[in-house]
């Protein structure tokens, strides 16, 4: 009887498919965990959304109108990928899974914007106060 308390009671398996020991699963350092990167992704998404339009329009030379729709479409995205995220934690991979690959991809993202904003080859040209727009792929 004591051995069955040593393990979770709701089936949970650690990552080789063993039953999960309750001493070692969850609790509160998986909860640091997260509150940390959350907080650190809240910081990063509300950074890069306040100052948006404003680098698109002097860095990238887009004018006013394509720069708040392209931030009102990035928005939109941000703001609907937690419900497919949802659904293909609950149906496919499971919530694990789909937390890390969506914060690699989402850890991939910032690395891009960052090499945008700091390798001056990535940006649109200025010749004699001609500034080019940014091109699309």
């Not at 995220?85 to 960052?114: C, E, K, N, P, Q």
Request: proline share 2%; charged share 15%.
């Amino acid at each position: 009887m004591e051995a069955a308390k040593v393990y979770t009671q709701d089936g949970t398996v650690d990552l080789q498919g063993r039953p999960a020991l309750a001493s070692r699963t969850g609790r509160w350092r998986a909860c640091y965990f997260l509150l940390g990167y959350e907080a650190c992704e809240r910081m990063a998404f509300y950074g890069i959304a306040s100052n948006l339009v404003n680098y698109l329009t002097t860095r990238l030379h887009e004018d006013t109108i394509s720069s708040v729709r392209n931030v009102n479409n990035w928005s939109g995205v941000v703001w609907i990928t937690p419900i497919a995220g949802a659904y293909i934690a609950d149906t496919y991979i499971g919530r694990f899974w789909t937390f890390t690959v969506s914060s690699l991809i989402y850890v991939l993202g910032m690395i891009l914007l960052t090499m945008v904003v700091t390798v001056k080859s990535l940006r649109p040209t200025c010749r004699n106060g001609l500034c080019n727009k940014a091109s699309s792929l």
